[in-house]
Structure formats: structure tokens, C-alpha cells
């Protein structure tokens, strides 16, 4: 379905679903229908159908939620290997994502951008080392 959504046809299709269904490792679960797949295999399924058509930008909303430590860790390494040859925004609240693989954060609060910075550059400004005490920081005017 998604492949037809994205306007995949021919060998492209082919080559685009075999190399999707091993980057996420799919190939266990190909049979299953969404609704018995774990959460974390649902969260898989979603970033497959988002990186399917290999667009230059990704947004990504949350997209370790809810995952356990083993999950969350393929997920990021997902993210890292594909994020050299594309723009990944990442929207999450929770704030080791920022450390685990992001280059740069920005901190929007009110409607406004706060921060725009590396993670490196913000503890370089901040006496805390925990990316949630340097938000706590940057959102309570203690750091800009």
C-alpha cells in the first residue's frame, strides 16, 4: 500500500522494500498483521512506511517512545546510519534522544526558539552535565 502512496513501482519497489525490510529488520514479522506486532515492531512498521520513498527529510516525532533499552538502541543506530545523507528532525521530550544522536538541538518553549546549539555547546554553557537540567536551565531564563 505505502509503496503505491509513495509512487514506488518496478524494480525500484522491489529493491526499495527488500532494503527497508533489512535495515529494520522486518523480515520475522512480514506475515503478521500490524495489530499483533509489539510495540516496538509497530514503532519499526512506522519508520519503515516514513523512510520507504528515502526522502532528504525525516521528522521524526518521538520515535523511541515507549521502546525498551534494546529497541531504543536500534532505533538510534537506524537514525544514525541513515542520517549523514539526510535532514532528521527529531521532536521529543525525552531528553537522552539529544545526546544518544542528535548533532544539533533546539529548544522551543512559548512558541519561540530558546536555543539552537549542539549538545556539546550546551553543556559548554551550563554548569549541569544532564541534558534535563540544562533544559530546565535554558526554559527557567537561567542559561540563553
Same mark, same amino acid.
Given at each position: 500500500?505505502? &509503496?503505491?502512496?509513495r509512487? $514506488?513501482?518496478?524494480?525500484?519497489?522491489?529493491d526499495r522494500?527488500?532494503?527497508? %525490510?533489512?535495515?529494520?529488520h522486518?523480515?520475522?514479522? $512480514?506475515?503478521?498483521?500490524?495489530? &499483533?506486532?509489539?510495540k516496538?515492531?509497530?514503532?519499526?512498521? !512506522?519508520?519503515?512506511?516514513?523512510i520507504?520513498?528515502?526522502?532528504?527529510?525525516? %521528522?521524526?516525532?518521538? /520515535? &523511541?517512545?515507549?521502546?525498551d533499552?534494546?529497541?531504543?538502541?536500534?532505533?538510534?543506530?537506524?537514525i544514525?546510519?541513515?542520517?549523514?545523507?539526510?535532514?532528521?528532525?527529531?521532536?521529543?521530550?525525552?531528553?537522552? *534522544?539529544?545526546d544518544?544522536? +542528535?548533532?544539533?538541538a533546539i529548544? %522551543?518553549?512559548? !512558541?519561540?526558539?530558546l536555543?539552537?546549539?549542539? /549538545? *556539546?555547546? $550546551?553543556?559548554?554553557?551550563?554548569? +549541569?552535565?544532564?541534558?534535563?537540567d %540544562?533544559?530546565? *536551565?535554558? &526554559?527557567?531564563?537561567h542559561?540563553?
Amino acid at each position: 500500500f505505502i &509503496t503505491q502512496v509513495r509512487q $514506488l513501482s518496478g524494480q525500484n519497489k522491489i529493491d526499495r522494500n527488500k532494503e527497508v %525490510i533489512q535495515q529494520l529488520h522486518l523480515d520475522k514479522v $512480514l506475515n503478521q498483521s500490524i495489530e &499483533t506486532l509489539s510495540k516496538g515492531f509497530k514503532r519499526r512498521v !512506522g519508520l519503515a512506511q516514513a523512510i520507504l520513498h528515502d526522502p532528504d527529510v525525516l %521528522i521524526l516525532d518521538e /520515535p &523511541t517512545d515507549g521502546l525498551d533499552p534494546n529497541q531504543k538502541f536500534e532505533v538510534r543506530e537506524l537514525i544514525k546510519s541513515i542520517a549523514p545523507d539526510k535532514v532528521i528532525i527529531i521532536s521529543t521530550h525525552i531528553l537522552s *534522544e539529544v545526546d544518544a544522536i +542528535c548533532s544539533r538541538a533546539i529548544i %522551543i518553549a512559548d !512558541g519561540k526558539v530558546l536555543v539552537d546549539d549542539t /549538545p *556539546e555547546g $550546551l553543556r559548554s554553557k551550563s554548569s +549541569c552535565d544532564k541534558m534535563d537540567d %540544562i533544559f530546565r *536551565e535554558i &526554559t527557567s531564563g537561567h542559561i540563553s
